[in-house]
């Protein structure tokens, strides 16, 4: 090879490493972004979608006026598997409830963690609907004993829904609304409970858990 042929295929080599790790930067580049995105959207425990991700759903589906149902759930006495079974069972526990809410059938349209052991369903349709899909939700969590680290352990939800009536409803209101309902499910035993505005007592909280 000549002399100027060997440097044009060094000069050209050198372009093509050089492209090559350009490209290579720019693929992790892209990564990095969709995990970050990812993680910015999703719960860590259970790969559920986020309370962020979830409201920006929520509030999609009120922008549009279509009818939309929200139901909450709080696993009952999650805090003895904690104390007994351990963080690591209870971990496993939380996982296990997002998988059995994700497989709900329509109308359920998503299903999040929020925090600790509340979950939330946004579901399309009519306050039948939004009932339909409590109640499935709380015979799901409640059917048969789920696989931990330590053995098997029965658990039961409260769950309270509401149902956006108001064409004005806001997500914290609907939230606010669900979770009045659950609070009033918890303390009746009753399992299941929808959003009364005259006849549901609101919970005593010492904060607004549903800032939005």
């Known amino acids: 090879m000549s002399p100027i ?26 990564q990095a972004l969709h995990v970050a995105r990812y993680e910015a959207t999703h719960d860590e425990i259970t790969g559920l979608p986020n309370r962020r991700l979830y409201l920006t759903r929520l509030r999609a589906a009120l922008a549009d006026n279509a009818p939309v149902g929200v139901v909450l759930l709080d696993l009952d006495r999650f805090k003895t598997v904690n104390d007994t079974l351990g963080h ?3 971990n496993v526990l939380l996982d296990q409830i997002g998988r059995l809410l994700t497989n709900l059938p329509t109308p359920v349209q998503i299903a999040a963690r929020l925090s600790g052991d509340e979950f939330v369903l946004l579901v399309s349709g009519d306050r039948d609907d939004s009932a339909a899909a409590a109640h499935a939700a709380w015979q799901a969590v409640a059917a048969a004993p789920i696989r931990v680290i330590n ?56 904060r607004d858990r549903h800032h939005c």
Do not use: N
């Not at 790790?21 to 580049?29: E, M, Y």
């Open 5 to 30: 042929l060997h440097t044009i295929a060094i000069a050209v080599g050198g372009i093509l490493a050089g492209l090559a790790l350009a490209g290579a930067l720019l693929w992790r580049q892209q």
């Open 88 to 90: 690591d069972s209870g």
């Open 151 to 206: 053995g098997d352990v029965r658990v039961t939800a409260s769950v309270g829904y509401t149902h956006a009536h108001d064409p004005h409803a806001s997500p914290r209101q609907l939230l606010t609304e669900a979770d009045t309902a659950m609070y009033h499910a918890k303390r009746s035993g009753s399992g299941v409970c929808d959003y009364r505005p005259h006849s549901t007592p609101a919970p005593r909280r010492s």
